[in-house]
């Protein structure tokens, strides 16, 4: 049968929530018995290869041991949990069960991977680079950690469907060079199709989980994020980028153009921040040159929605990112040509805004830096304003925020409707303190004193979160909220 007509055959299976599912399957307890003894050097390798594919990130829980799993993933299909990767989860499996698991998504057992461990990726790995990873990973402190993770709801939990997922999206490997590319060209491609699988986040899904292969890196969206276009248009990709600004950007988690937070700061701090300067390089080398994604057309925002935005941004934002929006490059990021602001999918600036957002400290460049959380006091209508302005100002051009969309990402912030509400559950970058709490439309200078909470001038569009009625931007009060 074609992978068309399979497509029509199994679209009423609900296979799209297959692709939800986390990485390895839960079998019974797994025995802990010492890891065999591996040379060193191989041993090493592994664990260089396992920061290069970010094992960590996913198989690691908040404040849990590291490769333990119990990471609780939510997704549109119901909570994931990923699995102990440890000697304690792992220490029966031999280098050719891994090795399956990588290459074909089979575990141990014999049962099928949920595609979340993305082995459509990891089937490009080298049978070597498969050992020495398993190599490591028996030399880990071994944990006993086995949660619950089959949590997936009827029908989802059927991994028998997910052969016919597999039949449409799993090519399998391994990694194949180009030969009419150079060593570093081959190298960086492996390291980015494969270990790296950057595609399972920047690369836009169709109906059924699977990557639309025809539109490889220009950007996809996962629960609360959207992962930013790599390609090298000039608006939303890399095209305004060097190949030293993405090495830089890879290493430090930081360059002249942006800064790496939320979940691409971890990639950084997990994974590309230790890899070789070579293995950087070739990074670059391969991202570089891949084709651009097509120019679009974006139709302006409404004048009112603008004005609305700039009295907002010159109110609360424009003290750390200028008047101009060209901020403080490798501090205050520029938002003159910033790529990540102009996706076709808001979800991240939005939760930048309404959430706040931290720098991810690396080796490199230790010191965090923070943006505070603006939902506490900007209404949806207020955040979708500013949104817009700042996606469509100084040379930028993105499609409109709407109001809806700013309340989905309010709502899956769960921000409280007082100070301590969004300070309890959003955590430290929710609200700057009780002693600066005021609703909206109240004069931010007045924030912290004795006059907090005092009117903002009627018509003025001046004061906590400006006006929601698109006022022009003549503000009168000083200082950001």
Known sequence: MSRRGLTAAFAGLALAGLVAAAALHPGPAR??????????????????????GDCQACHTAPGGQPFAGGLPVKTPFGTIVSANITPGGIGDWTPDQFYRAL???????????????????????????????????????????HPNRDQLPFPFNIRFF????NMLFLKEGPFQPNPGKSAEWNRGAYLVEALGHCQACHTPSNFLGGPKRGQAFRGGAFPGWFAPDLTPNRRTGLG???????????????????????????????????????DLDAIATYVTDRPASPAVQVKAPE???????????????????????????????????????????PTTILRFIEGGVATTPTPSAPTPLAMPAYGWKLTDDQVAAVATFVRNSWGNAAPPVSVGQAAKVRKALTFGPGPTGAAQQHGRLAHPGPETWSTPNTMSSDNGGANAGRAAPAGSGAGNGGSSQGHPAGVTAGGPG
């Open 31 to 52: 025995s802990q018995a010492a890891p065999a003894p591996a040379e060193p050097q191989l041993v090493a390798r592994g664990a260089y290869l396992t920061a290069a």
């Open 240 to 278: 305004s980028w060097s190949r030293a600004d993405l090495i830089e950007f890879l290493k430090t988690g930081r360059n002249a153009h942006a800064q790496a937070s939320g979940e691409m700061g971890e990639v950084v701090a997990d994974s590309t921040s230790h890899l070789t300067d070579a």
């Open 103 to 145: 290459h074909q998504g089979v575990d141990d057992e014999g049962k099928h991977l949920y595609p979340a461990f993305p082995y459509n990726y990891y089937t490009l790995l080298t049978r070597a680079d498969s050992d020495a990873i398993f190599a490591y990973l028996k030399t880990l402190p071994a944990s006993s950690n």
């Open 162 to 165: 997910v052969r016919f997922w």
């Open 303 to 345: 004048p009112a929605v603008m004005r609305q935005g700039e009295a907002i941004f010159v109110d609360s934002c424009s003290a750390c990112h200028r008047m101009d929006g060209r901020g403080t490059p490798r501090f205050f990021p520029p938002l003159v040509g910033d790529a990540n602001l102009q996706q076709r999918d």
